[in-house]
């Protein structure tokens, strides 16, 4: 993998969640050009939690922690 995951499996079911109903909620109440930009924009929370890989995040240094994705304490 060219990057490092830095966010957790259940900060990314919510990610994938929220982001799916931002998107909905941004093409049906809003609609129109700004309802498309926010559909976009909802989309890369959606894209961050299928990935695992969130910019900003690594922008100020969130790691996660290496025993814990093993398994290991």
Known sequence: MFYVKNVPNG???LRVVAGLLAVAISLLA???VAG???AVSAGGIVASGLFGFC???AMVGRRL???KKNGTL
Do not use: N, S
């Open 65 to 67: 922690d290496k025993a």
């Open 36 to 38: 498309a930009l926010l």
């Open 11 to 13: 900060e990314r079911v």
């Open 55 to 57: 910019p900003m995040c």
């Open 30 to 32: 809003v609609g129109g």
